[in-house]
Nanobody, 125 residues
Framework: QVQLVESGGGSVQAGGSLRLSCAAS????????MGWFRQAPGKEREAVAT????????YYANSVKGRFTISRDNAKNTLFLQMNSLKPEDSAMYYC??????????????????WGQGTQVTVSS
């Protein structure tokens, strides 16, 4: 079983930065697809970024590309999302997710089986 615990959310003014962290435990296999998702009130859940731990390949939503960076410290079992140049439309509940994948695609369409509790990000103009 995998458990994910998120932190780092908060309130920030437009143009500011936040760094989200997701501490993972219970990993028994090293190849995982991991990602960050967000959901604003009244909106559908959106994939923000993913990373495949096997080869380091990443995906970014067009809306965040160039502003957000996903990374993972395998030794510390921690996933990060560095968010820069934040905009009010980035406000949402952010979730981290993971799935063990030995091969295949890792991206926004991956059926993630493990989810964190979410951390709130609020960006004011």
């Amino acid at each position: 079983q995998v458990q994910l615990v998120e932190s780092g959310g908060g309130s920030v003014q437009a143009g500011g930065s936040l760094r989200l962290s997701c501490a993972a435990s219970g990993y028994t296999y090293s190849s995982y697809c991991m990602g960050w998702f967000r959901q604003a009130p009244g909106k559908e859940r959106e994939a923000v970024a993913t990373i495949y731990t096997r080869d380091g390949s990443t995906y970014y939503a067009n809306s965040v590309k160039g502003r957000f960076t996903i990374s993972r410290d395998n030794a510390k079992n921690t996933l990060f999302l560095q968010m820069n140049s934040l905009k009010p439309e980035d406000s949402a509940m952010y979730y981290c997710a993971a799935r063990r994948i030995s091969f295949g695609l890792c991206g926004p369409g991956t059926d993630f089986g493990y989810w964190g509790q979410g951390t709130q990000v609020t960006v004011s103009s």
